[in-house]
């Protein structure tokens, strides 16, 4: 069960966005106004949806137990370092509705550097994947048993534009954005606390260019991810940043008027 704090998290954080939402009639800045009908209003389909889903609904009745390591937030549901392949599935993978509003973004930007914190079981990183074949996606896992089940989904949906890095992310992000010129596109979903997610600011704002988007997951999860989202929305660099209440989203468009929007999925 969420603690107390971070169902008191959860509720200003969704009433505020509630009150807060806007749709396209109220948007009328031509780029946000694009990114509002290409990325949340569409609808599209791909084949590779259905076998995603598939595979989530095999790791939702996995019986197959695995090892985690503590390196992020801890658990609100299972405390034990040896949890269930569906627990995890069940409590960590994000709902089908997202991964589509991933899979756009990818659609929308074509960026050609992908970064990925927090692989999980694969299915995200599949939906980041496929968008865009000419794309690498680089996603990074703590957990070594969970990323080897991550690893083989990959191997069974034949990707070839996936790079999986298995280790600590205090060690390995910073070695792979020595190797990579630039983030065209991160998604961050690993320690969900507050000093850990400004670090991986910190690092990937270092790589970014006007082009370029930051994707925080869970940013109203406790308080402490609310108040690193508020900071982060803060930079000076920022110019552009979307909330749309299962992750936040920031731009670095120079000529921008900085402007922050809550929008519904």
Known sequence: MLSLWQ??????????????AVNQHSLHAPFIYQFYQQVVCNRQSHSGFAAIEQYRKSLLKSEEDVSVQPMGAPSTVNTSSTRSVKSIARHSLSVPKFGRFLYNVVQFQQPKYIV????????????????????????????????????????????????LIKGNIDDTLPQLLQKI???DLAYVDANHRLEPTLNYFS??????????????????????????????????QVTLSIDVFDAGLVFFHPSAVKQHYYLKL
């Not at 191997?155 to 534009?161: G, K, M, P």
């Open 7 to 20: 169902r008191c998290s959860l509720i200003i954080g969704y009433w505020h966005h509630w009150l807060n």
């Open 116 to 163: 990925e914190l927090g692989t999980a079981l694969g299915a995200t990183t599949l939906y980041l994947s496929i968008a865009d074949e000419q794309s690498t996606v680089y996603t990074l896992e703590g957990s070594t048993q969970i990323a080897e089940i991550a690893s083989q989904a990959f191997a069974d949906f034949h990707r070839q534009n996936i790079e």
């Open 181 to 183: 010129p630039q983030v």
């Open 203 to 236: 690092q990937l704002l270092a790589k970014t260019n006007e082009e370029s988007i930051l994707i925080f997951d869970d940013i109203h999860w406790s308080f402490g991810m609310r108040k690193a989202w508020k900071t982060i929305i803060q930079h000076p």
